[in-house]
């Protein structure tokens, strides 16, 4: 695998919840996480008035945030829409902003996705994640990444491809889910809104599934066990 170090905070799907959000930002810096990836649907729908906030407090933790299908319905919606609440330099401010957000991101054998990994339109609307590993499968074959980390199906899920056969399982809680070299993978984060973000650690390989909700000492839930899958 690639020589990459640091731990990068994950989150996804936080619908416009700012509460949450904050909650997952807190909770990923709190277990180290040196760089935070948001992929994609930071909003929910043009009838949010948070735009500006929800922006603002992700520029100040130096988010680097993917783009969703309902940030991009959210996007068209604003540049037609001239009736908001917004004044127009802050509608011109989120429209500008939501207009240079990638649809992917690439970190060396890593693709960070809101869905399926391509860059057109169709693929952050499509689950990776419907209960089968038809999709998953197909991505696998299309590309070479050896970890996709994506959101939109809202619920934690692995795809395991080993030797052309490819595995869902459910991510637990409490457990540091180790990668290999032999294998390749496709990780769905679970949705902010729903109390979910994960901690992907580059220098052991590992992942981690954290709940926002926080114990006494600051900390998620999540700590230490290592689940090889089985």
């Not at 906030?53 to 299908?69: E, F, M, P, R, W």
Request: hydrophobic fraction near 35%; proline fraction near 3%; include cysteine.
């Amino acid at each position: 695998m690639t020589a990459l170090s640091g731990k990068i905070g994950l989150l996804a799907d936080s619908h416009g919840n700012l509460p949450a959000t904050m909650a997952a930002i807190k909770c990923l810096q709190a277990n180290g996480a040196d760089r935070l990836y948001h992929l994609g649907d930071l909003f929910d729908s043009v009838l949010d008035n948070d735009f500006v906030t929800i922006l603002d407090k992700l520029c100040h933790h130096h988010v680097i945030t993917i783009k969703g299908n309902n940030d991009h319905q959210v996007e068209q919606a604003l540049i037609k829409e001239t009736s908001t609440g917004l004044s127009r330099e802050n509608r011109d401010f989120v429209v500008q902003y939501l207009k240079n957000m990638p649809m992917t991101q690439k970190i060396h054998a890593i693709c960070l996705a809101h869905s399926l990994p391509y860059d057109h339109i169709r693929a952050f609307y499509e689950p990776m994640d419907d209960g089968t590993t038809t999709r998953a499968e197909q991505v696998f074959r299309d590309t070479d990444y050896f970890l996709t980390c994506c959101g939109h199906s809202h619920q934690p899920v692995l795809f395991r491809w080993q030797s052309g056969n490819v595995i869902r399982e459910t991510l637990a809680e409490k457990y540091l889910i180790p990668f290999s070299a032999a294998e390749r993978y496709i990780l769905v984060v679970g949705a902010v809104d729903n109390g979910e973000c994960g901690l992907l650690d580059l220098d052991r390989w590992v992942y981690q599934r954290l709940r926002i909700d926080e114990n006494e000492n600051g900390r998620a839930h999540g700590a230490g066990n290592v689940n090889n899958g089985e």
